[in-house]
């Protein structure tokens, strides 16, 4: 079985300031990867960055960086310089590499980035 | 490429109705996967499809079945809808393999069921 836990509904940062969206999780499967979404108003989901969970180093993908503590289990989405346009819902998500077909994903965080 | 496709975007049903949700994807993905997103909340799987021919239940299986008889299209059928199917359901697809995180989401139905 896998569980996703996002504990913060919502969030506020500063314009041009960093934030991080906090996520745990827990599953039975040896190999797994771990994926933050992002979906704006409009509800489309977005991918945003993927870690694997053999991977050594943290996952980044220009502002969006994963904070990954396998012994924590948990998977936390740093974004930095914050930007108007990154308000948005942001969802933790996983799916165990043996079978790729299930996601499972947290209940979301929503970002509000004030100006 | 036109990516994971849904229709309809939108619809209203009555009580009691049936009636089938389209996916297709045109990137010969093995695994598709059909999400329901209820207000505020985060994606709950449904039914998902490790290839043509072979489904299984996810988290919330009841009330809807699935088929797959291509690699390309994933029908998603409410059998009689009930106001608690009232959601926006998102299909989606993903290669397994050294991809597996590539996961393509369609862009969503809106149902209603009044």
């Known amino acids: 079985a896998q569980k996703i836990t996002q504990t913060q509904p919502g969030m506020f940062v500063q314009e041009k300031e960093a934030v991080t969206l906090d996520c745990t999780y827990d599953?039975?499967?040896?190999?797994?990867?771990l994926f933050w979404y992002k979906q704006p108003s409009s509800g489309e989901m977005i991918f945003l960055i993927y870690q694997g969970s053999y991977d050594q180093q943290n996952a980044t993908e220009g502002r969006y960086s994963l904070n990954f503590q396998k012994a924590r289990k948990s998977a936390n989405l740093v974004i930095s310089a914050s930007q108007l346009g990154d308000s948005a819902m942001y969802f933790c998500?996983?799916?165990?590499?043996?079978?790729?077909?299930?996601?499972?994903f947290g209940d979301g965080t929503t970002l509000t980035v004030k100006p | 490429n036109a990516g994971v496709t849904q229709t309809p975007k939108f619809q209203v049903l009555k009580t009691g109705q049936s009636m089938t949700l389209q996916c297709a994807q045109d990137m010969n993905h093995e695994y598709m996967s059909w999400y329901r997103q209820d207000p505020g909340m985060g994606l709950r799987l449904i039914h998902y499809s490790v290839g043509a021919g072979i489904t299984d239940q996810g988290e919330v299986p009841n009330g809807y079945n699935v088929s797959r008889s291509t690699t390309e299209d994933f029908p998603l059928r409410l059998l009689s809808a009930a106001p608690s199917q009232t959601s926006v359901y998102f299909c989606a697809s993903n290669s397994g393999g050294t991809r597996v995180y590539e996961q393509y989401f369609g862009p969503g139905t809106r149902l209603t069921v009044t």
């Open positions: 998500a996983m799916r165990g590499l043996t079978n790729a077909g299930k996601s499972t």
């Open positions: 599953t039975s499967d040896p190999s797994y990867g």
